[in-house]
């Protein structure tokens, strides 16, 4: 979106830029300080400016000002130095005891060490473990690659210098880790701070974190955030899931704590959606480093390096067209349409409500006796027939209710279909299929009232038992019936529940459980993800907001949770998923 300056907005800047200068150029700014107030209090921290009648400190992660007239006395305790206790050297990183500092500081101190790592097919982040050219990345930044260059950005003044190094060499891969140790082979002139890896197994949620990288190749770009979760499952590996804005360029960057170590590297994101990123814990990072011959790189393997692609499709080798064909006479009142194998065939059939005539109707491939039917027509529906129904048959179940939806799905483990439906006089009522193929009066389920919208019943083996469980959304909360008996009933959110656009019930982290999606239409798209826990409950909500404003549907490209999404403001088709490609 376009805008323009006005001349308030200018002087704003102005004054910004001004008092950020102010603040970052105060002579004696970074130094830490121990001050005693006169009421008895102590406060330790980063000092950023100081005159005549304040100080202004960091404290906190909050910058305090703090009255002159107040401070009994003032101790310089200097910029703390990283290494100072409790250091542990390991053949490819460090560990130390390190304290905190400002986001500010450690990125002066720290950012020298962080690198760009380009292939010809994308770029990403790295970051050196040790003193002797190694440095980590991602697998998948690197993986069967030939021709690697690492980028360092050394200080030069008061600003930073450009060396880039052509003789990069992969050490060890782990593909399941994502995880990458290289080596840079000539000789390095350009100095650069020691990181030390931190322990991520005592990161808490709520910690602040930040991490320096490449988006999109911006260079030597901070962002920052909070670990909202230390054990995220993903495809059965545990990760920090955190709210620093991550983007394609970042992977395989470092994830700092308040202390300058290095909690975690950097590997997934939401493509255009903020707030939902994933780091590989540190305590992977050691379990990879310490074993580096297990995952050691063969140069001696011909298929290492490279890759095997189709020949691009060109527009003239082949044609994509519609047909468009009638083969099925229906009546008025038809609504709710959906596909099952009925009878176990490995042909589905065609199920659909007909409100007009209270009834539900199976579409099915006629057999031999249907079809000397068909070929003698005794009514005007069957001489209306459309030519092409000649190859179909339908059963006609009859309810008494007007049905807003349905589904079908096996609910008592007999491997036959049922079907189970919400209407107006039956409520939440199951067909049960006999083993003859035809269906049992609809039985009762239970009396709850949802919602009348076409997706208000879902079915879905939720909890992974092999038979289906029903999904109802109601106007203040979502029941599941698993395998169509036991009820469970979870209250929707109260700030987004009348703005519910659709929802999406599938497996987001790989976990085996599957979850809810909720995809909340106001002035722009938000997505809340329901995810399922180990004893089957939903409880942990996990809000990712973007700035799309038009219809987000779900698509199956792969295994992976993929959304084509119509972006109005840009006026072009997106495809959002959570993803593992290069950034």
């Given at each position: 979106?376009?805008?323009?300056w ?13 008092l950020?200068?102010?603040?970052t ?122 021709s ?24 060890a ?8 140790l ?50 995220r ?15 394609p ?18 590997n997934m ?11 590989i ?12 011959e ?57 199920v ?66 049922d ?66 008996k036991?009820?469970?009933e ?94």
């Amino acid at each position: 979106m376009n805008s323009k300056w006005t001349p308030f907005s200018k002087i704003l800047m102005i004054g910004l830029l001004g008092l950020l200068f102010l603040f970052t150029s105060v002579a004696g700014a970074g130094e830490r300080i121990i001050v005693e107030m006169n009421n008895g209090d102590r406060l330790e921290g980063e000092l950023i400016k100081k005159d005549e009648n304040n100080l202004y400190m960091y404290f906190g992660g909050k910058i305090i000002s703090i009255s002159q007239d107040k401070v009994k006395s003032l101790k310089k305790i200097g910029i703390q130095k990283a290494s100072t206790g409790g250091t542990k050297n390991f053949e490819f990183y460090k560990t130390a005891n390190l304290p905190i500092k400002s986001i500010q500081t450690h990125v002066r101190e720290l950012g020298q060490a962080v690198v760009l790592v380009k292939t010809p097919s994308g770029l990403g982040t790295g970051w050196f473990c040790n003193q002797k050219g190694y440095l980590v990345t991602n697998n998948h930044v690197v993986a069967k690659e030939k021709s690697i260059t690492v980028t360092i950005f050394p200080r030069k003044g008061q600003g930073f210098g450009k060396k880039v190094y052509k003789k990069v060499r992969i050490i060890a891969l782990n593909a399941d880790l994502d995880l990458a140790l290289l080596k840079i082979e000539e000789t390095i002139h350009e100095n650069y701070p020691q990181l030390f890896l931190g322990d991520s197994t005592k990161l808490k949620a709520g910690e602040k974190v930040f991490l320096i990288g490449n988006p999109l190749g911006l260079e030597r770009s901070t962002s920052q955030g909070i670990i909202s979760k230390v054990s995220r499952n993903y495809g059965g590996r545990l990760y920090l899931q955190t709210t620093a804005p991550i983007s394609p360029g970042n992977s395989g960057g470092p994830l700092f704590n308040e202390r300058g170590e290095v909690v975690g590297v950097i590997n997934m994101g939401f493509k255009y959606l903020d707030g939902l990123g994933f780091a590989i814990p540190s305590k992977y990072i050691k379990e990879f480093l310490n074993n580096i011959e297990a995952f050691a790189y063969d140069n001696d393997n011909p298929n290492n390096g490279f890759q095997y692609m189709e020949a691009p499709i060109t527009s003239t080798d082949r044609k994509i067209r519609f047909t468009d064909t009638e083969f099925i006479k229906s009546s008025f009142g038809i609504s709710h349409l959906t596909l099952a194998d009925l009878n176990g065939d490995g042909t589905k059939e065609i199920v659909f409500a007909n409100n007009d005539k209270a009834e539900i109707e199976i579409i099915r491939l006629a057999n031999e006796g249907d079809q000397k039917k068909l070929n003698t027509p005794t009514d005007l529906e069957d001489i209306n027939r459309l030519k092409e129904s000649d190859r179909f048959a339908s059963d006609i179940i009859t309810v008494s209710s007007k049905i807003f939806s349905l589904g079908v799905g096996d609910f008592t483990g007999d491997n036959r279909p049922d079907i189970v439906f919400y209407g107006d006089v039956d409520g939440l009522a199951l067909l049960e299929q006999k083993a003859d193929g035809t269906f049992k009066t609809a039985k009762k389920i239970d009396d709850i009232k949802i919602s009348e919208r076409r997706d208000a019943l879902k079915v879905v083996d939720i909890n992974g038992d092999g038979l289906k469980d029903i999904f109802t959304m109601g106007k203040k909360s979502f029941t599941i019936f698993l395998s169509g008996k036991e009820k469970k009933e979870y209250p929707l959110n109260t700030s987004y529940v009348n703005k519910i656009n659709h929802y999406d019930i599938m497996d987001i982290n790989k976990d085996g459980r599957k979850d809810i999606v909720f995809f909340v239409l106001d002035k722009h798209y938000a997505v809340y993800v329901r995810l399922q826990n180990e004893a089957g409950g939903f409880v942990e909500e996990i809000p990712v907001r973007s700035n799309i404003s038009g219809p987000v549907v779900r698509y199956f490209g792969d295994s992976r949770p993929k959304f084509l999404t119509l972006d109005n403001g840009l006026n072009r088709v997106r495809e959002i998923v959570l993803t593992q490609e290069k950034q």
